[in-house]
């Protein structure tokens, strides 16, 4: 059974740092495509960072470019996001996905296009 168990969320404040991780189990995912996600209430999933099968890239969207930084030990099988300068917006669910092949995942940015999810960690960033 393959799963993805994220955890290092919490209540922080603003321009505090915190680091995410994803562990999987099940398979390796030392060939696959992560990511980050984040859902804040009543809005949409939306992408937060991702990195390629092999880690020589990584993506970011505007709002966190700067700030976040992602990371993948495949020796450990986990993924990081190291999250810097907090800001009462970063407030959301964070989810990581992993893609089923090296380049199952044609846009980064799509969600639709990873295959395996994790259940959430809470980010909680006050003013």
């Known amino acids: 059974q393959v799963q993805l168990v994220e955890s290092g969320g919490g209540l922080v404040q603003a321009g505090d740092s915190l680091r995410l991780s994803c562990a999987a189990s099940?398979?390796?995912?030392?060939?696959?495509?992560m990511g980050w996600f984040r859902q804040a209430p009543g809005k949409e999933r939306e992408f937060v960072a991702a990195i390629n099968y092999n880690a020589a890239r990584s993506y970011y969207a505007d709002s966190v470019k700067g700030r976040f930084t992602i990371t993948k030990d495949n020796a450990k099988n986990t993924l990081y996001l190291q999250m810097n300068s907090l800001k009462p917006e970063d407030t959301a669910v964070y989810y990581c996905?992993?893609?089923?092949?090296?380049?199952?995942?044609?846009?980064?940015?799509?969600?639709?296009?990873?295959?395996?999810w994790g259940q959430g960690t809470q980010v909680t960033v006050s003013s």
């Open positions: 996905a992993a893609g089923i092949s090296p380049y199952s995942v044609t846009r980064y940015e799509d969600r639709g296009k990873y295959d395996y």
């Open positions: 099940g398979r390796t995912f030392s060939n696959s495509p």
